[in-house]
């Protein structure tokens, strides 16, 4: 692989981090979880921001999950639909 091409992937992998980092999540929104792949998609019931340079935390209702309230990582996080 070429120097120039290899550039390139790497450029697009980090536009691909930093948009999904930017990603706006709201309560309501359906997500799954980006970093795992436990195909279960859950809801947003609340959001805790926590501190500057701190990943939020995001409360997740899991559909067919434990039936309580999950705290993740926003950046684990993919949006599935938002109630817009």
Do not use: C
């Not at 309501?28 to 019931?45: A, N, S, W």
């Not at 500057?52 to 409360?59: I, Q, S």
């Amino acid at each position: 692989m070429t120097s120039s091409l290899l550039d390139v992937q790497i450029y697009i992998s980090y536009i691909k981090t930093m948009i999904n980092e930017t990603q706006i999540l709201k309560i309501g929104d359906l997500v799954t979880m980006q970093t795992h792949d436990t195909g279960m998609i859950g809801i947003i019931t609340d959001m805790n921001p926590r501190g500057a340079g701190r990943t939020a935390l995001v409360g997740i209702h899991w559909f067919g999950g434990s039936g309580k309230i999950d705290w993740e990582p926003h950046a684990w996080l993919k949006k599935v639909t938002s109630e817009d």
